[in-house]
């Protein structure tokens, strides 16, 4: 029985060394066609599948994304902190100033569309533009050239659409343009001038006040339409409500108490020179 037992395993194994020797090329093809699931994980082909995807869960997510999170945003993010408050600072500075230099939003519609901001007879004109409701800076003397007129006079107050306005100068010479001008009540450098083009001087009408408001300096004698009787109390009281500038409301007594009102009435120097009060509010 020993002996055959002996026998029986020898032959045994002479027959798994044949058959070992004679499966090598099954085995490739069956590793080929990915049949032999051990094979593949001890000669490395699926064993390459298997390093990828610790390479892609130990490797990029703890090499790569976390320490540039870590170190890189955390620095993004406080600088930015930092440089947005400084720049809303500057540009609150920035925007007062762009403001007074005639820049920012408007209201087109507001009694101060329009100023001067280089002072009266300044070229300079700030508008604001009704179409964007931004405030649009004017150089008077390019709007007066476009306008055909012969010159600029600067920004002063105006009887248009805006309380200041460009004033442009017409050709005094040109008689019936004036002549038109006078017809159509129009108070322009010309129609307003000493000379008295239009004969306005006596016609019933105050015209000097206008005059004088629109071309300081520049326009006729017109008392005679203008003065009145001081003697009344009552109806000088209400040229003084209704800001009537005459001998009465602009006289050195100050009727009106204009003195103390918060605003530089120096109109009425100019149209009574000799008699007139001293605002102390236009030094």
């Known amino acids: 029985m020993r002996r055959h037992h002996s026998f029986a395993l020898a032959l045994l194994i002479f027959c798994a060394a044949a058959l070992l020797g004679s499966c090598s090329d099954s085995e490739c093809a069956g590793c080929a066609d990915g049949d032999i699931e051990p094979d593949g994980d001890s000669d490395g082909d699926a064993g390459t599948d298997g390093d990828v995807e610790p390479d892609a869960d130990g490797d990029e997510p703890d090499g790569d994304a976390e320490p540039e999170a870590d170190s890189d945003e955390p620095d993004g993010d406080a600088e930015p902190e930092a440089e947005p408050d400084t720049d809303i600072e500057d540009g609150e500075q920035e925007g007062e100033e762009e403001v007074a230099l005639c820049s920012g939003v408007c209201d087109p519609q507001s009694d101060d569309a329009s100023f001067c901001p280089d002072g009266f007879a300044a070229d300079a004109l700030c508008l604001c533009d009704a179409g964007t409701s931004t405030w649009t800076p004017v150089s008077c003397a390019a709007f007066c050239a476009g306008e055909g007129f012969v010159g600029s ?3 002063g107050l105006s009887l248009r659409e805006t309380l200041y306005d460009c004033l442009c100068a017409r050709d005094c010479e040109d008689a019936e343009a004036v002549q038109t001008d006078c017809m159509g009540m129009v108070y322009t450098d010309c129609t307003c001038g ?7 001087a006596g016609n019933g009408i105050c015209d000097a006040t206008v005059c004088a408001m629109l071309y300081p300096g520049n326009f006729f004698d017109d008392s005679a339409d203008c003065d009145e009787d001081c003697g009344d109390v009552g109806a000088v009281a209400a040229m003084c409500a209704g800001a009537t500038l005459n001998n009465c409301t602009c006289a ?3 009727p009106c108490a204009w003195t103390a009102n ?15 009060f001293d605002d102390p509010e236009c030094e």
């Not at 918060?262 to 007139?276: E, S």
């Open 194 to 200: 000493t000379d008295d083009p239009c004969a306005w």
């Open 252 to 254: 050195a007594a100050d």
């Open 262 to 276: 918060g605003a530089c009435d120096d109109l009425c120097a100019q149209l009574y020179p000799d008699d007139h």
């Open 153 to 155: 006079l600067g920004c």
